[in-house]
């Protein structure tokens, strides 16, 4: 199969917003390089997917991320040919087993591993989809949040859960039953496939769900790893899902943002516990307040 890369240049702080705009336009891969000043977002999408008729819409959706607080520059959209050797040996070239946290590393399934210490968690990851590899910072911070807040035994809803990684680390740290929900039914997919090579993981409950719209689970742990603009109206939900005294884990805030979340959580019954930070961007463990007698 023939398969057409799409190249995006632009911001640290626009990555999220612009990964998720690729993957509603159908990209059956994603791969981002930040290590320089400027990001190179590759998308991959298949031969059939006419990717010169997206790129105007594309183009004027990235511009439009300013009305959000964020930078896309330089903004700029290319289009290149590739085989699948190609797409195979790009996910080889940039990604290889990495230490997400103190107890955490992710591993491409591909690859032979053998854990650097008795208490090394691994979570295996398929990246050749949409969702990602685990390692960009906002899902770091939400893995380094989970890893203080859980003890074992506990209930958790994963909100926007893309590749899975969230479910997978969670229960590999002892959370008892989770749910993972995602709006987009190829990210549904795509964490059912990375579930599959945990088997630690294979009780994870994934379904289609426009965040907790319709959830009244009432749960230990609440995790999510998404824009802040889809975080605002999530906070109230996650005080209605979560017991007095549950943790709520969340990332994908850049730094300019935080005063707005903060405000929301303060004013939908969570006490701030911690802030994490990462470059630009933060996340935020948070308890929903005890009732006052």
């Given at each position: 199969?023939?398969?057409?890369?799409?190249?995006?240049?632009?911001?640290?702080?626009?990555?999220?917003?612009?990964?998720?705009?690729?993957?509603?336009?159908?990209?059956?891969?994603?791969?981002?390089?930040?290590?320089?000043?400027?990001?190179?977002?590759?998308?991959?999408?298949?031969?059939?997917?006419?990717?010169?008729?997206?790129?105007?819409?594309?183009?004027?959706?990235?511009?439009?991320?300013?009305?959000?607080?964020?930078?896309p520059?330089?903004?700029?959209?290319?289009?290149?040919?590739?085989?699948?050797?190609?797409?195979?040996?790009?996910?080889?070239?940039?990604?290889?087993?990495?230490?997400?946290?103190?107890?955490?590393?992710?591993?491409?399934?591909?690859?032979?591993?053998?854990?650097?210490?008795?208490?090394?968690?691994?979570?295996?990851?398929?990246?050749?989809?949409?969702?990602?590899?685990?390692?960009?910072?906002?899902t770091v911070?939400?893995?380094?949040?989970?890893?203080?807040?859980?003890?074992?035994?506990?209930?958790?809803?994963?909100?926007?859960?893309?590749?899975?990684?969230?479910?997978?680390?969670?229960?590999?740290?002892?959370?008892?039953?989770?749910?993972?929900?995602?709006?987009?039914?190829?990210?549904?997919?795509?964490?059912?496939?990375?579930?599959?090579?945990?088997?630690?993981?294979?009780?994870?409950?994934?379904?289609?769900?426009d965040?907790?719209?319709?959830?009244?689970?009432?749960?230990?742990?609440?995790?999510?790893?998404?824009?802040?603009?889809?975080?605002?109206?999530?906070?109230p939900?996650?005080?209605?899902?979560?017991?007095?005294?549950?943790?709520?884990?969340?990332?994908?805030?850049i730094?300019?943002?935080?005063?707005?979340?903060?405000n929301?959580?303060?004013?939908?019954?969570?006490?701030?516990?911690?802030?994490?930070?990462?470059?630009?961007?933060?996340?935020?463990?948070?308890?929903?307040?005890?009732?006052?007698d």
């Amino acid at each position: 199969m023939e398969w057409q890369e799409l190249t995006v240049k632009t911001s640290n702080e626009a990555i999220e917003a612009i990964d998720n705009m690729l993957v509603e336009a159908g990209a059956s891969g994603i791969q981002i390089d930040d290590t320089n000043d400027v990001v190179v977002i590759n998308a991959y999408f298949n031969e059939r997917i006419k990717i010169n008729e997206l790129i105007p819409e594309l183009q004027l959706r990235i511009a439009q991320l300013t009305n959000f607080g964020l930078d896309p520059a330089p903004a700029t959209v290319s289009i290149t040919p590739v085989n699948d050797e190609s797409w195979v040996s790009t996910w080889e070239k940039y990604y290889h087993p990495t230490r997400l946290s103190r107890f955490l590393t992710v591993v491409p399934d591909w690859e032979e591993y053998q854990p650097q210490s008795p208490n090394e968690l691994i979570i295996r990851l398929n990246p050749g989809r949409a969702f990602g590899t685990g390692t960009h910072p906002t899902t770091v911070l939400t893995l380094q949040g989970l890893e203080r807040v859980i003890r074992g035994g506990e209930s958790m809803l994963d909100v926007g859960t893309g590749s899975g990684v969230l479910s997978i680390a969670a229960k590999l740290m002892g959370v008892n039953q989770i749910k993972a929900f995602d709006l987009d039914e190829v990210a549904v997919n795509s964490a059912l496939e990375n579930i599959r090579l945990n088997p630690v993981a294979q009780d994870v409950q994934v379904s289609a769900n426009d965040m907790l719209n319709g959830v009244d689970d009432v749960v230990d742990i609440i995790a999510a790893n998404m824009l802040s603009d889809v975080i605002v109206p999530l906070i109230p939900q996650a005080s209605h899902c979560l017991r007095a005294g549950g943790k709520f884990v969340i990332s994908g805030i850049i730094k300019d943002k935080l005063p707005l979340i903060i405000n929301q959580l303060t004013n939908n019954d969570f006490q701030i516990d911690e802030t994490m930070n990462i470059d630009d961007w933060r996340g935020i463990i948070a308890t929903k307040k005890m009732k006052e007698d």
